[in-house]
């Protein structure tokens, strides 16, 4: 069963299937130019800030709300 199994591997009619799917030696063709990925219509950097924004306020009302229940104290 796996006699000729590297034979079978290297042999050209693999090859020839899987030829006509890429390009030609000797062919150049321009790269694909994307544009940037913008997740709702923001920059990563924008992003980054109201992710950060975001976390600060996060903490601020968990602090006011420990504060409030005085399981802390100033």
């Keep these: 069963m796996f006699d000729n199994l590297r034979e079978e591997a290297n042999s050209s ?3 020839q299937e899987n030829a006509k ?3 030609a030696a000797g062919t150049t063709s321009d790269p694909v130019v994307s544009k940037p990925r913008k997740l709702l219509g ?3 950097v924008q992003r980054f800030i ?3 924004m975001l976390a600060i306020v996060v903490c601020n009302l968990g602090l006011m709300c420990l504060l409030v229940t005085g399981r802390m104290g100033i």
């Design 50 to 52: 109201i992710a950060v």
């Design 13 to 15: 009619p693999y090859f």
């Design 21 to 23: 799917f890429l390009p």
């Design 42 to 44: 923001m920059t990563p």
